[in-house]
């Protein structure tokens, strides 16, 4: 299978109207109380509520209203940018298996569009679900934290230039090691939590924080060697902290370490100006599995991308980035994570094994919401051991694509929002032998025949070595 090509959505909204299952309802009225507020308590009241992140609330009948034509606009779109809610996974090719999707379905953008063609009627109040509470927003999602770190206060003026720097090291305070199941980082300011902001970003001044955690005076290789088996006394990566994203749950089998005597190392932080002098911090919650866990799956060394010699030419549409890595173990996808810059309008992964090519998933990218998407366990691309992995970028700096400061200029690599990144920032795990085996075994029994295909597993329908073999590949990679 080959990528599809990148192809303007036109008259998404019109098709989906004109489907069966909206001619079939066309004879029932769509009103607010009864359709629409439960498709919008579902994917977008979260950021669209009175204390959120989103430029205006969509809680009320009265709030939404003005904004119903905008509403089919936005939902209509596609998997590209300018899309809500901001998922831009493409639904005609590759893994469709995800946790937390607040996407709609073709249904629900029919609904929408067909509400709002009608005059956007309120119906009948008393067919309002229960409004959320919004009460407890800044309660941590992962739960209380067995343990809560704080950056050092930052101040940023009302305007200025963007900055990017270090905030140093933030001991821990561990005396023993521990693996963490989740780790959720919030930023903690002085801006109101109601009433306008003046941009989208406007109650934050984190645009991102890029952290690690080590043992201080531990050598290189040490860290290095840590990081990658879980072994105590080293160093361990984190998953960067951007604006509007969701808390990191780790896979049962794959927890990761946070070392004793080791201190948070906040290396990499970028801020913004958002109008208003912001006093601010970030605290970093962390879930714990219970003492003496120990990780059954390994951290995979496998990287995807391209940070070095891009060339991104001005004024040019259908720009690609490729980079390549041959999987040197059995590896499971947890998280794809695409990050572009600007420029960046999708991109693709594929998993090439023998003669053929799987795409796992085509995504849009949109610099304003970076996405990280978090597959299901049961779909969870499950690679053998010698395939070859292919990232591709999508890039468009023509007048298009609104993102671009300014599409004439030509630009590099580099950290800054107006340089560029091509880079896959989600994680994976590597399996021996045997655990490779026991996974696919999963696969199967819950595929129903040998006529359907796990687009994720190559291998789930080769016949299964011999428990003697399983074992002797076990050892053999010990």
């Given at each position: ?42 994917s ?21 209203r ?43 953008i ?188 390994r ?7 391209n ?10 549409a ?24 600007a ?75 107006i ?37 994720g ?22």
């Open positions: 299978m080959r990528i599809a090509p990148l192809v303007p959505i036109v008259g998404f909204a019109l098709a989906m109207s004109a489907s069966p299952d909206a001619q079939n309802g066309a004879s029932a009225e769509v009103t607010f109380a009864k359709d629409i507020a439960p498709i919008l308590q579902r977008c009241q979260h950021c669209h509520n009175a204390s959120g992140v989103a430029p205006m609330p969509l809680t009320t009948y009265e709030e939404v003005p904004w119903s034509r905008a509403i089919k606009t936005r939902t209509g779109l596609g998997a590209r940018a300018g899309v809500m809610p901001p998922w831009f996974v493409e639904k005609n090719i590759g893994i469709q298996k995800f946790k937390e999707d607040p996407s709609l379905s073709d249904e629900e029919a609904t929408i569009a067909k509400w709002v063609d009608n005059g956007a009627p309120r119906g009948n109040p008393a067919d309002m679900p229960p409004p959320r509470d919004f009460a407890n927003r800044d309660k941590w999602t992962i739960g209380e934290p067995d343990l809560v770190l704080r950056s050092p206060d930052i101040v940023v003026p009302a305007t200025g230039p963007d900055k990017w720097g270090s905030l140093g090291m933030v001991p821990t305070g561990l005396t023993e090691d521990r693996y963490v199941s989740a780790v959720e980082v919030r930023e903690i300011n002085d801006i109101p939590k109601s009433g306008p902001t003046n941009t989208v970003g406007g109650r934050y001044v984190w645009h991102h924080m890029t952290y690690s955690s080590e043992v201080p005076g531990a050598s290189a290789d040490a860290v290095r060697g840590t990081a990658e088996a879980g072994n105590a006394g080293g160093g361990t990566s984190w998953p960067i902290h951007e604006v509007g994203r969701n808390a990191d749950v780790f896979p049962p089998e794959a927890g990761r370490l946070l070392a004793a005597n080791s201190s948070l190392n906040l290396s990499a932080y970028h801020l913004h100006s958002n109008g208003r002098e912001t006093k601010a911090q970030l605290e970093f919650g962390f879930k714990f599995f219970p003492q003496g866990y120990q990780p059954k799956y951290r995979s060394t496998l990287r995807l991308g940070g070095v010699d891009m060339d991104v030419k001005p004024n040019t259908n720009q690609e980035l490729h980079s390549y890595a041959v999987l040197q173990e059995h590896t499971k996808i947890i998280a794809f994570e695409p990050h572009l810059h420029p960046g309008v999708r991109m693709c992964l594929e998993a090439i094994w023998g003669q053929n090519i799987i795409t796992l998933n085509c995504v849009g990218y949109d610099h304003n919401w970076v996405k990280q998407y978090v597959y299901d366990d049961a779909a969870a691309p499950l690679l053998p051991k010698g395939t070859i992995v292919h990232l591709i970028g999508f890039l468009d700096t023509t007048p298009a694509n609104k993102n671009p400061a300014d599409p004439r200029n030509w630009a590099g690599g580099g950290r800054r929002s340089a560029n990144m091509f880079i896959d920032l989600g994680y994976s795990v590597s399996l021996t032998e045997e655990q490779f085996q026991e996974e696919m075994e999963k696969r199967r029994q819950n595929m129903k025949s040998r006529n359907e295909f796990d687009i597993c190559p291998l789930c329908w080769a016949p299964a070595l011999p428990k003697t073999q399983t074992t002797a590949g076990a050892q053999n990679q010990q």
